[in-house]
């Protein structure tokens, strides 16, 4: 198993920048796909970003192409992602999230963070 834990989150103006980190422990990081999801309320959790166990390639959801960039440290047991351009639509729980190579589904998850953009 691994264990996520993130911070980084709290309230922005909107056009701010938010780096969010996601600390790992337990098995091996590097063993790992990673990815970034959140949920609004009301709204379905949606992923927003991954990144493949070495980096080599990543995902972004259309609504944060361009503004997010997910990266990763396997010598820290790190998964970051820096938020720019924040907009209020962003405002969201955010969840980090792992899954064995190779399997499609997410099945670890940090406890959540806070994300508030404020217009």
């Known amino acids: 198993q691994v264990q996520l834990v993130e911070s980084g989150g709290g309230l922005v103006q909107a056009g701010g920048s938010l780096r969010l980190s996601c600390a790992a422990s337990?098995?091996?990081?590097?063993?790992?796909?990673m990815a970034w999801f959140r949920q609004a309320p009301g709204m379905e959790r949606e992923n927003v970003a991954a990144i493949s166990r070495i980096g080599g390639s990543t995902y972004y959801a259309d609504s944060v192409k361009g503004r997010f960039t997910i990266s990763r440290d396997n010598a820290r047991n790190t998964v970051y992602l820096q938020m720019n351009s924040l907009k209020p639509e962003d405002t969201a729980v955010y969840y980090c999230?792992?899954?064995?190579?190779?399997?499609?589904?997410?099945?670890?998850w940090g406890q959540g963070t806070q994300v508030t953009v404020s217009s």
């Open positions: 337990g098995r091996t990081f590097s063993n790992y796909g």
């Open positions: 999230a792992a899954k064995n190579s190779g399997y499609p589904k997410y099945d670890y």
